[in-house]
């Protein structure tokens, strides 16, 4: 894990920050002893490492919004915990409650080590079913196929922005898919957007 977080609230304004170098210290303040929590966080840190060159990107473009055209359809954004707040306080755990975007709560803890606050990711997955914990299980082995391929994607995407060939950050979901199309050999990729043939 990272160097963790001075306070909760620094934590918490991090989860809220939608860039690059946020959401890079919210993954490595990440720790559990879970296999789950371990291939959790890995599997993120690896999604997130392999689209950063497209992040940063879209960051340097358009901020804020570039992140979110990003990760609005991505698995990067299930640690999105915008909503979270702090339940209870104590002077090493603090119980964070958070409200997803389909409504669903759920409470984890974050745990203070030496002076540092970090998310206890055993915490994050007490409350997932199995079905949750086997999602898990199938996004790491898809990462891991995909990984090389989302890497070039993001660099290809990253190319196009800085060159002005993407309109605005709602399009950046369709230029992966096309680019990802022509990368796999899927010819048809040409004039594939991802979206309505309107685009």
């Known amino acids: 894990a990272g160097a963790g977080f001075a306070s909760p609230e620094d934590y918490l304004a991090a989860t809220k920050a939608f860039d690059p170098a946020s959401m890079m210290k919210v993954?490595?303040?990440?720790?559990?002893?879970?296999?789950?929590?371990?291939?959790?966080?890995?599997?993120?840190?690896?999604?997130?490492s392999d689209q950063r060159p497209m992040l940063d990107a879209a960051f340097a473009k358009w901020g804020a919004a570039g992140i979110k055209g990003i990760t609005g359809a991505s698995a990067l954004n299930n640690f999105n915990m915008g909503d979270a707040k702090i339940l209870e306080r104590g002077d090493t755990k603090v119980v964070l409650e958070n409200t997803d975007a389909a409504g669903k709560v759920s409470k984890f803890n974050l745990v203070k080590e030496g002076n540092a606050w970090f998310l206890d990711t055993d915490s994050l997955l007490a409350g997932m079913s199995d079905a949750d914990k086997a999602g898990i299980q199938a996004m790491a082995g898809m990462m891991k196929?995909?990984?090389?391929?989302?890497?070039?994607?993001?660099?290809?995407?990253?190319?196009?922005?800085?060159?002005?060939?993407?309109?605005?950050?709602?399009?950046?979901?369709?230029?992966?898919?096309?680019?990802?199309?022509?990368?796999?050999?899927?010819?048809?990729?040409?004039?594939?957007?991802?979206?309505s043939p309107e685009q």
């Open 27 to 48: 993954l490595d303040a990440m720790k559990g002893s879970m296999p789950e929590s371990r291939l959790l966080v890995n599997t993120l840190r690896s999604a997130l």
């Open 145 to 195: 196929q995909m990984g090389p391929v989302l890497r070039q994607v993001a660099e290809a995407v990253a190319v196009k922005i800085k060159a002005g060939e993407v309109a605005s950050p709602a399009d950046i979901q369709a230029t992966a898919t096309k680019v990802t199309m022509e990368l796999m050999g899927g010819g048809a990729g040409k004039g594939f957007s991802g979206g």
